[in-house]
């Protein structure tokens, strides 16, 4: 079984603060991991994925993720918020590789 | 080259009513899904099709929902009847093979359903 917990449903920075959000994940078998953005009334982005290899993660638009296996987590990072960071964060999990199971997401606010 | 396509993008209809969605996936894409996406949770896997076979689809509520993929390009995904419920958006996403470590996934912008 496969699973992902989303701790924060909202979270507030100020723009140029460090933005955390964070993830952990449930699986049986080593994960595939994967953050996706969703903007208003749009799909899904990917922003990066942890597949094998080097556990730090580098995305687009400036994030980054860490893959700890002992913590079974996940979170997402950017060092300086900026006000188009805010949007809906999803972390996403596949065991399989055939599909993913998502959290339920993260809002970011951006405070000016 | 144009993105995975869904149409309608908002759909409004009585409870009881049929409703149909469509989805173009991006072009040679050969593996195409469709989630439920509820007000305020994450996406949700309804159904995932291998060219024109449905090789998942244990979370399809088949009482009232149906699906297709003909020639294993567009696809289709209907409810019928509506229930309230049903109220959500319906995500399509494609990739290129099945191994989602390696392509990932291109999602549509979705058809925002309201079941009143």
């Known amino acids: 079984a496969q699973s992902v917990t989303q701790l924060g449903s909202h979270v507030s920075v100020s723009e140029g603060a460090l933005v955390l959000l964070r993830c952990n994940y449930s699986s049986s078998v080593p994960p595939y991991l994967f953050w996706y953005v969703q903007y208003p009334n749009q799909g899904l982005q990917l922003l990066l994925k942890y597949t094998t290899g080097a556990t730090l993660v580098k995305g687009i638009n400036g994030f980054e993720a860490e893959f700890k296996k002992s913590e079974t987590s996940f979170h997402l990072t950017k060092p300086s918020a900026h006000m188009s960071d805010a949007a809906e964060y999803f972390c996403?999990?596949?065991?399989?590789?055939?599909?993913?199971?998502f959290g339920a997401g993260t809002r970011l606010t951006v405070k000016p | 080259e144009a993105g995975v396509v869904q149409s309608p993008r908002y759909k409004i209809i009585e409870k009881k009513q049929p409703v149909a969605f469509w989805c173009n996936p991006i072009?040679?894409?050969?593996?195409l899904y469709w989630y439920r996406q509820n007000l305020g949770q994450g996406p949700e896997l309804l159904i995932r099709?291998?060219?024109?076979?449905?090789?998942?689809d244990s979370q399809l509520p088949k009482d009232r929902f149906s699906a297709e993929r003909l020639k294993g390009v567009d696809s289709t995904l209907k409810i019928q009847p509506a229930e309230l419920g049903d109220s959500a958006v319906y995500l399509c996403?494609?990739?290129?093979?099945?191994?989602?470590?390696?392509?990932?996934?291109?999602f549509g912008s979705g058809t925002r359903l309201t079941v009143v």
């Open positions: 996403a999990v596949s065991s399989n590789n055939n599909d993913m199971r």
């Open positions: 996403a494609s990739s290129l093979g099945s191994a989602v470590s390696t392509n990932g996934y291109t």
């Open positions: 099709y291998e060219n024109e076979e449905a090789v998942d």
């Open positions: 072009s040679g894409h050969n593996t």
